[in-house]
């Protein structure tokens, strides 16, 4: 980084203590020791939230990730009710495709449904490359929390090609993935192809929110665990590698993850993450084998524990947090998203509960 225009980083480059880049989230992401095991949620933001829900209400989804009070609004909800340790940008990993040309939306309940799917190579070709100037309300709405947030982090976050092209090629959601597969394997040129410009599109979106102030991106695989580990070295791993390696020297930690991923952790690694996400089917400590010494792990609560009685709660968290001292570092997040039935008071709790039962005293050292 050569300008701080965000106060993320002192003048010689080493991180303003006490500010984001020194926060407990950022520190585990770099395997540094920091004061308490650091804890977010993914989609936090929205969803489970009365103040959210009220917002909402009359906007429409897309409509509300380009209009920077808003999303600036919604990404401080989740901070000050739950008090977590990091934000993440209100968005979807639909905005830069959109901001690319593709006529889709996303529809309530269901998600993102794309009007013409991908299958020719003109379709491909008509995703244009994006710029700052594509998305500038992403840039007003990072410049605007980081100013916000103060010491909080904000990561900022993309989802990856893979699980990109999967809306693409199916038109929407899919539980198989059945045509992105036969695409895949019928003509590998074309995806390929697919993969490459969505690779571009998606590190040009992380870029304006780096250049803009976050703290930290997070790739969203989150459709990966559909393939083989062979299939996902040879169709994928290429591409979300150019992505991560392409933000090798911004200065920011990159966390990668997906879900079902259990027999892809060590190349979900290696395609350039400095945190990998695991989800709640493969305890910390056997994740932490597979990926290596040289990367921190996040997660992983089930989401659905969070309806079960508090005692189980309490013991699920004390597990995890037990299970992630294998890890050179842990964000405790959950192994997958806040489902929108979620109890809001109970992910305040959970937060208490975490910074309470890993918090490091000094003299303890
Ligand atoms: O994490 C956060 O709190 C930030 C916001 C965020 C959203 N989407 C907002 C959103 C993030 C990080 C995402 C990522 C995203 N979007 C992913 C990867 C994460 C994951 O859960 O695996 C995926 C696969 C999508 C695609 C998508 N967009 C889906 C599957 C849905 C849900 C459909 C539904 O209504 O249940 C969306 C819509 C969406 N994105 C909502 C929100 C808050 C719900 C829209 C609404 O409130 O009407």
Avoid at 10 to 22: K, Q, S
Avoid at 38 to 48: E, I, L
Wanted: glycine share 10%.
């Amino acid at each position: 980084m050569t300008t701080d225009t965000t106060g993320t980083v002192a003048r010689d480059g080493e991180p303003r203590p006490g500010g984001p880049a020194d926060s407990p989230f950022v520190r585990a992401c770099w395997r540094r020791p920091g004061p308490h095991t650091p804890v977010w949620f993914m989609r936090q933001a929205g969803r489970s939230l009365p103040e959210y829900r009220e917002i909402r209400a009359t906007v429409p989804m897309l409509e509300s990730c380009r209009r920077p009070e808003l999303v600036t609004e919604i990404t401080l909800q989740p901070v000050r009710r739950h008090g977590v340790d990091a934000a993440i940008l209100f968005s979807d990993i639909v905005v830069p495709v959109a901001a690319a040309g593709v006529d889709l939306d996303i529809v309530p309940g269901t998600g993102p449904v794309v009007a013409e799917p991908v299958r020719t190579l003109a379709d491909v070709e008509r995703i244009r490359p994006i710029t700052h100037d594509d998305v500038p309300y992403v840039d007003e709405a990072v410049r605007q929390l980081v100013v916000e947030l103060g010491d909080t982090p904000l990561i900022g976050f993309a989802g990856a090609p893979f699980t990109l092209a999967s809306y693409l090629v199916e038109g929407g959601p899919s539980r198989t993935h059945a045509k992105t597969k036969a695409l895949m394997y019928g003509n590998p040129e074309l995806w390929h192809a697919l993969c490459g410009r969505l690779s571009e599109v998606t590190l040009a979106f992380l870029r304006v929110q780096i250049e803009a102030g976050v703290s930290a991106v997070q790739l969203f695989d989150s459709w990966a665990g559909a393939l083989s580990e062979a299939d996902y070295r040879r169709y994928v791993l290429p591409h979300s590698t150019a992505v991560l390696s392409g933000l090798v020297d911004s200065g920011v930690p990159r966390i990668h993850f997906g879900v079902g991923t259990a027999e892809l952790l060590g190349a979900m690694g290696e395609a350039g993450a400095d945190v990998v996400g695991v989800d709640w089917r493969t305890p910390l400590d056997v994740a932490t084998q597979r990926i290596g010494p040289d990367r921190a792990v996040q997660g992983n609560l089930d989401p659905c524990v969070l309806f079960a009685p508090w005692p189980v709660v309490e013991a699920e968290v004390r597990r995890i947090l037990e299970q992630g001292r294998a890890a050179p570092g842990h964000v405790f997040n959950l192994g997958h998203g806040v489902l929108p039935e979620t109890d809001p008071e109970v992910l305040t709790r959970v937060v208490a509960l975490v910074h309470e039962l890993s918090s490091r005293r000094a003299d303890q050292g």
